[in-house]
C-alpha cells in the first residue's frame, strides 16, 4: 500500500462523515503500534511528527525516514504529516523525505502575518503535492498555558482558508494540549457553525483531554482529523511501566519496549473506533 495523500484519506472521511485519527510519533515503536492498530481495523491512520518530536532526536530526517517506511510497508492507507511546524525550513525538509501532510502553525502570530507566511508555504507545498494544515486561533496547553476559553471565529476561518488556500483548518472550540485528564469541554455549537462556514476539513487539536463520547460527538458535529498524543504517551508509559516493576532483572529493551508497544497498539485500534464516528 503507498504512503497515501491526506487529499485521499480526509477529502474521503470529510464527505462521509467519519474522523481520522492522526496521533504522534516520536519513536520507531509508536510508529510501528499505530501503524499496527490502524491495520488490526483496517482504517487509515495518519502518523504525524512535531516540530519538537525532530528537535528531540537532533533532526526530521531519522524518525521521518524510519516512519515514511513504516507507512510504505502498511497494509492499509498511512498519511505522514508533520504536525505544529513553525520553521519553513522543517517543513521543506519534511517534503523532500516523502513527507504527504504538513502543519504550518503560523498561530502565534497576528493575523495577517499568520495569512502572509501561511499561503507561502501553501504555495511550495501545492507544487510538490502536499497538504497543508495551519491553525486559527492558538490552542493552548503546551509550556503550561491553559487556554481552554479560546475560540475560533467561524467567518474569520472562512476567510482565512480562502486568503491562504490551505487544505485543512486546526481550530480553538474548547480543547487544549497535553492534558492528562480527559474532561475538557468542548463547544459543540461552535463545531457546528465552524463547519458549515469552512469547507475543508477541520482538526482537533489535543484531542487526550477529550472524553471517548465527546470525540464522537465531536465527529458528527463536523470535525475530521482528531489529533492524540499525550492520551498515547499516557497508555505507553504506564504499560512500560507495569513491565519493569513486573520484572525487575529485564535488561532487554525489546522486552519492555516491546510491551509498550502491544499496548499502544490496542489503545490506537481502540481509539480509531471512537474516532470513525459511526
Ligand atoms: O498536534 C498534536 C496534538 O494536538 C496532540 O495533543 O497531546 O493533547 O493529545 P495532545
Ligand atoms: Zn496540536
Redesign the pocket.
Known amino acids: 500500500m503507498p504512503l497515501a495523500s491526506s487529499a485521499d484519506v480526509l477529502g474521503a472521511a470529510k464527505t462521509a462523515g467519519r474522523g481520522i485519527g492522526a496521533f504522534n510519533v516520536i519513536q520507531l515503536e509508536h510508529a510501528e503500534a499505530l501503524a499496527a492498530g490502524a491495520e488490526r481495523t483496517a482504517s487509515p491512520i495518519i502518523l504525524q511528527i512535531?516540530e519538537n518530536a525532530a528537535k528531540y532526536h537532533g533532526a526530521l530526517d531519522p524518525i521521518g525516514l524510519a516512519t515514511v517506511a513504516v507507512a510504505r510497508a502498511a497494509s492499509v492507507p498511512v498519511v505522514v504529516h508533520l504536525?505544529?511546524a513553525t520553521d519553513e525550513a522543517l517543513v521543506d525538509r519534511a517534503i523532500e523525505l516523502g513527507f504527504t501532510s504538513v502543519?504550518f502553525?503560523a498561530s502565534a502570530l497576528d493575523y495577517d502575518e499568520n495569512v502572509s507566511r501561511t499561503a507561502d508555504v501553501v504555495r511550495r507545498a501545492h507544487t510538490a503535492g502536499v497538504w497543508v494544515e495551519a491553525?486559527l486561533g492558538e490552542?493552548g496547553?503546551?509550556d503550561g498555558v491553559h487556554a481552554p476559553g479560546v475560540r475560533t471565529d467561524p467567518a474569520e476561518a472562512a476567510e482565512f482558508v480562502a486568503a491562504t488556500g490551505v487544505d485543512a483548518l486546526?481550530v480553538a472550540v474548547g480543547s487544549s494540549?497535553a492534558m492528562t485528564t480527559r474532561d475538557a469541554a468542548l463547544d459543540f455549537d461552535r463545531i457546528s457553525a465552524l463547519a458549515q462556514a469552512v469547507s475543508v476539513p477541520l482538526?482537533l487539536?489535543?484531542s487526550s483531554g477529550v472524553a471517548d463520547a465527546d470525540i464522537t460527538r465531536a465527529v458528527r458535529a463536523g470535525l475530521t482529523k482528531i489529533?492524540i498524543?499525550t492520551h498515547l504517551n499516557v497508555t505507553l508509559t504506564a504499560a512500560l511501566r507495569r513491565y519493569l516493576d513486573e520484572n525487575p532483572s529485564v535488561v532487554d529493551p525489546r522486552k519492555y519496549l516491546g510491551a509498550g508497544r502491544a499496548a499502544l497498539a490496542d489503545e490506537t485500534a481502540r481509539l480509531i473506533g471512537v474516532i470513525s464516528g459511526r
Open positions: 512535531s504536525d505544529h502543519m502553525d491553525e490552542i496547553g503546551k486546526a494540549h482538526v487539536h489535543g489529533n498524543a
